[in-house]
């Protein structure tokens, strides 16, 4: 099973003060990016891996899929979601993502946001994703950016010559790090852009966009603490399809 770290108190409350967590994807700086790869959801069948407060199924809903079905493992999440959902034709469901099955091809879209870089076996998650899928179905779905997962400790150091670096720990050795965000022990799970592509391109995907994010200019205008981030990607996000 997957760390269940969002069903640990100090975790949840640190959690639940993140912009992300207080307004949902208007809140995500990543959202125009990644919405952008999301196709037209009308009439369609949707999934999401790992949902948490719900915030991408009701949106989902509002452009007018025809059913919903958000996963998570976290009780306290999908508590959360469940208050929070008046949309019809959304359902949640308590799911392990690294033991669950989906029914084959029934869904014309599966989705997921900051979760699967917590999965030990991303080929295992990928081949269910697209046995779910129809065919023409698209996969998207976002991750911390493997610079991101790479240290052990993540943090900001500064270099002999006084600039801002940050440090890798063994990029290519992929395993899980134990990290101390929002709380301490939080285990997540290292790849290499590598493996995320040729992951996906073995289970029978076509990848269609792969995306290093960072802040936009106008982004940057509006948050400059931000402009940190452009000195190494804090998300990747993807698009693939299945032929």
């Not at 919405?35 to 009308?42: E, K, N, T």
């Not at 949309?87 to 949640?92: A, D, F, H, V």
């Not at 993540?154 to 600039?163: A, F, H, I, K, M």
């Not at 936009?216 to 603490?225: R, W």
Request: net charge negative; with cysteine; glycine share 6%.
């Amino acid at each position: 099973m997957a760390q269940n770290i969002y069903d640990q108190d100090d975790f949840f409350a640190a959690y639940g003060k993140l912009d992300r967590s207080l307004r949902g994807l208007q809140g995500a700086p990543e959202w125009p990016a990644l919405r952008a790869l999301v196709p037209d959801l009308q009439h369609k069948r949707v999934v999401d891996l790992g949902c948490g407060f719900g915030w991408f199924c009701r949106w989902a809903a509002d452009q007018g899929a025809a059913h919903v079905l958000g996963l998570d493992l976290s009780e306290n999440m999908l508590a959360r979601a469940h208050a929070s959902t008046s949309e019809p034709g959304i359902t949640y469901e308590r799911a392990d993502l690294e033991a669950f099955t989906l029914p084959e091809s029934a869904f014309d879209v599966v989705y997921s946001s900051l979760t699967i870089h917590y999965l030990a076996n991303l080929e295992a998650l990928f081949a269910k994703a697209h046995r779910a899928l129809v065919e023409g179905g698209t996969f998207v779905f976002s991750v911390e950016h493997p610079l991101f997962t790479a240290p052990s400790e993540p943090s900001w150091l500064t270099d002999e010559g006084g600039r801002t670096v940050w440090p890798l720990d063994d990029y290519l050795a992929e395993g899980p790090r134990v990290t101390n965000w929002l709380a301490p022990g939080v285990v997540k799970q290292h790849h290499t852009i590598a493996t995320y592509v040729n992951s996906l391109l073995r289970v029978g995907f076509a990848l269609v966009h792969l995306e290093e994010w960072a802040p936009t200019d106008a982004q940057i205008e509006e948050h400059p603490d931000w402009a940190v981030e452009r000195h190494r990607p804090p998300f990747m996000l993807v698009c693939a399809r299945r032929p």
